[in-house]
């Protein structure tokens, strides 16, 4: 059996927990000093209540001793892993994972195990995980189940936004004159990714403003594979994403959508309210509509 793991950068929701046979790879969250395993020592809610409470949350890799224990399980029941990480420009998870593979593979080499970055985080590692996961059910090698998988990381689109600025503030990443200064005009940026970075394609005044300029973005990138599942995430404001989802309903209504929250590591570094949407730019050789 080919078994999927994801790591704490992708996002889920009760529907992917329900219908899929995946493990979890968790970072912790540090709250005040004190480390937290993702999921198994603090949930979402916790860490979003922590959140307005002020305190600003930071990450920290697995170790390798998770990931070989990992190895060790799946490898005694005679299973193939497939491991899908988050971006190696945010976190260190990929780079740890894939040691800790070449490492393991000297001792067990007939041992299939493989490691995607899935090149950003959140819905995009979802969507990756989800098409892995349908192509290993429905019977596909393990071989084509990777390289499908890595072709898909190279293919994706992703734009993010902030509800409010303080988030950018407090984790360094804007400064507080520019926080201020958009706070007052109640500007909301763009965020996406290239090869190397996460980085802001411009700012709009109002959410109203910025939940239809992504979804025009998303519309663009998808314009040769729109009959495909566009998923949206959210950071514990529903309400949020659901509004985006009338949007996408609506100016590309061959596609499917799905409501995500958050995983810890991207809540983290863009704050409550944030809002992400995450799809394919090009029909894969091979894609297999989930059933929602």
């Not at 000093?33 to 990450?59: C, F, Q, V, W, Y």
């Not at 299973?79 to 070449?102: A, E, R, Y």
Request: hydrophobic share 40%; aromatic share 8%.
């Amino acid at each position: 059996m080919i078994k999927v793991i994801i790591d704490s950068g992708a996002d889920q929701n009760n529907w992917l927990r329900g219908n899929y046979d995946f493990d979890f790879l968790p970072l912790s969250v540090i709250i005040d000093g004190e480390a937290r395993l993702d999921r198994h020592e603090i949930s979402l809610a916790e860490l979003h209540s922590a959140m307005k409470d002020g305190k600003m949350p930071s990450t920290s890799q697995p170790s390798p001793g998770q990931v070989h224990a990992m190895l060790d399980k799946y490898r005694a029941q005679g299973d193939q892993v497939l491991f899908v990480t988050m971006w190696k420009q945010l976190s260190g998870t990929f780079q740890m994972v894939k040691s800790t593979i070449d490492d393991y593979k000297e001792t067990y080499p007939e041992f299939q195990v493989e490691v995607v970055d899935s090149n950003s985080a959140t819905g995009v590692e979802s969507i990756i995980a989800i098409q892995a996961m349908e192509m290993a059910n429905a019977g596909y090698s393990f071989e084509d189940v990777v390289e499908q998988a890595r072709w898909n990381a190279d293919h994706m689109s992703v734009y993010l936004t902030v509800d409010k600025l303080d988030w950018l503030v407090k984790g360094g990443r804007l400064s507080k004159a520019a926080g201020y200064i958009g706070a007052a005009l109640n500007v909301k940026p763009i965020l996406t990714v290239d090869d190397e970075k996460l980085y802001s394609t411009g700012v709009v005044r109002g959410s109203k403003r910025v939940y239809s300029r992504i979804t025009e973005k998303i519309k663009e990138d998808t314009a040769a594979f729109t009959d495909q599942v566009i998923c949206i995430s959210h950071v514990d404001q529903e309400e949020n994403a659901r509004v985006v989802e009338a949007l996408i309903n609506k100016e590309i209504p061959e596609a499917k959508t799905m409501i995500f929250e958050f995983g810890a590591v991207l809540a983290a570094h863009i704050g409550l309210g944030g809002v992400a949407i995450s799809a394919l730019t090009e029909k894969p050789k091979t894609y297999i509509m989930p059933k929602i």
